[in-house]
Nanobody, 124 residues
Framework: QVQLVESGGGLVQAGGSLRLSCAAS????????VAWFRQGPGKEREFVAG????????YYADSVKGRFTINRDNAKNTVYLQMNSLKPEDTAVYYC?????????????????WGQGTQVTVSS
């Protein structure tokens, strides 16, 4: 059974930083991609960043490029999202998602597994 557990959300002032963690279990091979999505109040769920497990390829939404970094720790089966220079518009519930196949897609419908989400609030 696949489980994704996010942690690391919280309240931070604009310009600050947070690091989110996604601990994955039950993913039995390296042929998958893990991504972070977010959903702000009254907004649709949107892609933030993704990474492939097999070769560490990463991809970012334009809105976070240069500010956020996604990486992984194989030994811990954990994916991290380092968020710097946070803005009030980054406020959202952040979700970790995984899909079979080493291809990052920005479409949330193509992800098979989801975590419960973690709230990030950026105050101005």
């Amino acid at each position: 059974q696949v489980q994704l557990v996010e942690s690391g959300g919280g309240l931070v002032q604009a310009g600050g930083s947070l690091r989110l963690s996604c601990a994955a279990s039950g993913l039995t091979n390296s042929n998958y991609a893990v991504a972070w999505f977010r959903q702000g109040p009254g907004k649709e769920r949107e892609f933030v960043a993704g990474i492939t497990w097999i070769d560490n390829t990463s991809y970012y939404a334009d809105s976070v490029k240069g500010r956020f970094t996604i990486n992984r720790d194989n030994a811990k089966n954990t994916v991290y999202l380092q968020m710097n220079s946070l803005k009030p518009e980054d406020t959202a519930v952040y979700y970790c998602a995984a899909r079979l196949g080493a291809v990052i897609t920005t479409s949330y419908q193509r992800y098979n597994y989801w975590g419960q989400g973690t709230q990030v609030t950026v105050s101005s």
